[in-house]
Each structure stands twice: as structure tokens, then as C-alpha cells.
């Protein structure tokens, strides 16, 4: 998309690895100046150095664990005291956590998959909204799973926490608009690092049940990311694209 961003601030969280960082690549080559947002400052560092270098915008690595509401306010006035603005706020950061079965999850367990996946984004929506709102623009996009509609038994929690994601979009777009718009990525199986744990069989599983006969790879979310970020998406709110590969 060229210069589609070119002047543009975009907030991305989990920003250093796997989506995020294919997400923070494409906006930077859009020419949009970019905060990357992980709990690993080195990782986020290192990524803006290489930004800097090959695309000649701003870059600024914030460590930032979106499960706790005070980092998620730090992040928001780091990125206003560094730019003055936040055009768009990518709420990727997610995880989920293996269990040998449903009761043996913890309240601990529990609770940090809600706070990484749906708590942070409600956050970070909230405050950098307000001020979007407040300047007359801006787009969010969050980034979900298809557990939020085909929960597996082995991640509950973090469907709960993904479908959450997908009701706070809808409703953060009412609050927010006409001036920000928000929209949702229901991502498919991807091959990031949470794939290098399945089991060949789960692979297989995946490959077998997608229409396109192929998992996900992080390029694969660049246009639908620089779609939702940039104002080819100007008359969508409120949506959600299911990015899946044809998953039946």
C-alpha cells in the first residue's frame, strides 16, 4: 500500500515476534513511525533499530506487560510524550496456557489469560480512544482467534478471552465513533512460535480442516492489518474478518 500510512503513528502490542512483528514491519514500510509494545524491552529494541535502519521512520520500544492497567497507561503517555498522537492501536498481544485439564486450571492461570488477551486490550482501547476521539481520528484493531467461535477443549480460557475481545470491538466502536473507527482479525492456525509447540498429528488436523490446505505464515496478516489501519477501510466499523484460510 505505499505510502498509505506515511505520517501515521501506530501503537502495536506483542509487537516484537510473530504477528506483531510482521504487523510493525508492513506499517513502517507504509511509512507509518511505530511503538512497539512487548514485556521484552531488548526484543523491542532490537526490532526498532532494524526498523530505523531499513524504512527511515521513528521508533520507539516500550516494555509494556498489557495485563497490568498501569503499563497499559505508561504506554499510552510514552507514545503521546514521544509523537504527540496515536493515529492507530493494535491490540495483538495474546496467549494461552497449557492444561492437563479444564479443572486444573487455576484462578492464577485464569486470570492472566483474561488480563493478556481481553483485560489490556480494554485498557489500551479505552485511554488511547479517548484521546483519538478527542483529536477527531483514529482506528483500533484487534487481533483475534477462531477459538472465539470453535472453542477446543485445551484452550477455554483463551476462547472466553478472544470472544470478549470481539464484543469489546463492537462496543468500543459505538462508544468511540464517528471519529474511531474498530475493527477485528479473527486469525486462523498461523505459523508463529505457538506452532512450534503442536504435535505433528494437530499440524495435520489443521492443514486437513482449511479450504486453502495450509496453515497461516505472518504475511499473511499484512493486508488485512494495513487495510483496517489505513482509511482504505474508512466506511468499516465494527467488523470482524475472519482470516482463516477457509477453516470449516
Not at 52 to 59: C, F, I, N
Not at 211 to 234: T, Y
Amino acid at each position: 500500500m505505499g505510502d498509505a500510512l506515511s505520517g501515521k503513528v501506530v501503537v502495536v502490542t506483542g509487537g516484537s515476534r510473530g504477528l506483531g512483528r510482521e504487523m510493525v514491519l508492513a506499517f513502517a514500510g507504509a511509512g507509518a513511525d511505530v511503538v512497539i509494545a512487548s514485556r521484552k524491552l531488548e526484543a523491542c529494541d532490537e526490532l526498532a533499530t532494524a526498523v530505523r535502519e531499513k524504512h527511515g521512520v521513528r521508533a520507539l520500544a516500550v516494555a509494556c506487560n498489557v495485563g497490568v492497567w498501569e503499563q497499559c497507561d505508561a504506554l499510552a503517555d510514552a507514545a503521546y510524550a514521544e509523537f504527540g498522537r496515536v493515529d492507530v492501536l493494535v491490540n495483538n498481544a495474546g496467549m494461552s496456557l497449557l492444561y492437563p485439564s479444564l479443572d486444573q486450571v487455576t484462578e492464577s492461570m485464569f486470570d492472566k489469560i483474561i488480563a493478556t488477551n481481553l483485560k489490556g486490550a480494554f485498557r489500551l482501547s479505552a485511554v488511547i480512544g479517548a484521546r483519538m476521539a478527542a483529536a477527531g481520528r483514529g482506528s483500533i484493531v484487534n487481533i483475534s482467534s477462531m477459538e472465539a467461535t470453535h472453542p477446543e477443549p485445551m484452550a477455554v480460557p483463551y476462547a472466553a478471552a478472544k470472544a470478549g475481545l470481539e464484543t469489546l470491538g463492537a462496543g468500543i466502536a459505538q462508544t468511540y465513533g464517528p471519529a474511531v473507527r474498530v475493527n477485528t482479525i479473527r486469525c486462523g492456525a498461523f505459523d508463529t512460535d505457538i506452532a512450534k509447540a503442536w504435535p505433528p498429528e494437530m499440524r495435520d488436523y489443521m492443514v486437513q480442516h482449511t479450504a486453502l490446505g495450509r496453515i497461516g505464515v505472518p504475511a499473511d496478516i499484512v493486508g488485512a492489518a494495513l487495510f483496517f489501519a489505513s482509511d482504505a477501510s474508512a466506511f468499516c466499523t465494527g467488523a470482524t474478518l475472519a482470516l482463516d484460510g477457509g477453516w470449516r
